[in-house]
Nanobody, 125 residues
């Protein structure tokens, strides 16, 4: 099992940028497909982005494609989410997650069995 800790959330105005980071410990980070999910108030948690073990393949939700970029550094046990052109509807708690299954990206929440505690992102209009 890998333990995940997110950081980098905060309050930003619409159009601004934030960079979220997630550090893993207690496992072999490169063995995991990594993903970011988010949960807005009153809504179910939803997929945001995922990256394969070897950083080659990436996948994005349609709502963030072209604005968000997921990346990972296996040597530093870190996955990041660069968020640009933020919108008020991006406001949510963002979660980092790790999946031990497969070697490419995966949107299915059920495939992720390691989760961080979440970091709040608030975008003001």
């Amino acid at each position: 099992q890998v333990q995940l800790v997110e950081s980098g959330g905060g309050l930003v105005q619409a159009g601004g940028s934030l960079r979220l980071s997630c550090v893993g410990s207690g496992g072999t980070f490169s063995d995991y497909v990594m993903g970011w999910f988010r949960q807005a108030p009153g809504k179910e948690r939803e997929f945001v982005a995922a990256i394969s073990r070897g950083r080659v393949n990436r996948d994005y939700a349609g709502s963030v494609k072209g604005r968000f970029t997921i990346s990972r550094d296996n040597a530093k046990n870190t996955v990041s989410l660069q968020m640009n052109s933020l919108k008020p509807e991006d406001t949510a708690v963002y979660y980092c997650a790790a999946s031990p299954y497969g070697d490419t990206y995966d949107r299915r929440e059920s495939q992720y069995n390691n989760w961080g505690q979440g970091t709040q992102v608030t975008v003001s209009s």
